[in-house]
């Protein structure tokens, strides 16, 4: 009786049984849900606090993080929005600028769309990843470069902030 080697399984074949076994759907929709009310918030927040600003004298300037987030909104405009989701740490001063700087909602709504979209769609990728490489199911290559990437990232980040 001839014995049958298993198939080897493909990348597409390893996507497709996850998607079986993960509920990656479910887990993308409520990141993205989770964005779109957190951006929506923040943006609702910096316009309320410019408009209490406004009402009372003295008004504070900006932090360096916010001023740095006010210089990209206004030079780049809605892009920004959606391109700060992409970043740690300049995200919530981005959508809060915005708000703060009275961006039509117009110009915000459709980039927090797009930007909570991207948020959602890199953490439900890699966080499934990792998920998997824990479990011992997944590529710890995968899991080693995702740890690589994140420490370059975030030893650059402490190098400026050294170097300013």
């Known amino acids: 009786m001839p014995v049958s080697m298993p198939e080897p399984t493909t990348y597409r074949g390893r ?24 951006g929506s ?11 209490a600003a406004a009402r009372r004298s003295g008004a504070d300037r900006p932090g360096p993080t916010m001023a740095r987030a006010e210089r990209l ?13 992409l970043t740690v740490g300049l995200q919530s001063a981005i959508n809060l600028s915005a708000g703060a700087m009275r961006m039509p909602l ?21 966080g499934f990843a990792v998920i998997e490489a824990a479990l011992g199911r ?20 402490a190098l400026r902030r050294r170097a300013r």
Do not use: K, N, Q
Request: charged share 10%; proline share 4%; aromatic share 10%.
């Open 15 to 38: 996507v497709e049984e996850m998607m079986r076994d993960w509920p990656v759907g479910l887990a993308f929709v409520v990141l993205l849900v989770a964005a779109l009310v957190r």
């Open 73 to 85: 909104v206004r030079r780049v405009g809605p892009p920004a929005v959606s391109l700060g989701f």
């Open 138 to 157: 997944g590529s710890w290559w995968l899991l080693g470069a995702v740890v690589v990437v994140a420490a370059v990232v975030l030893a650059g980040r």
């Open 41 to 51: 918030a923040t943006y609702a927040i910096g316009r309320g606090a410019r408009s």
């Open 106 to 126: 117009s110009r915000f709504a459709p980039a927090l769309v797009v930007g909570a979209t991207l948020w959602a769609t890199v953490y439900t990728t890699i």
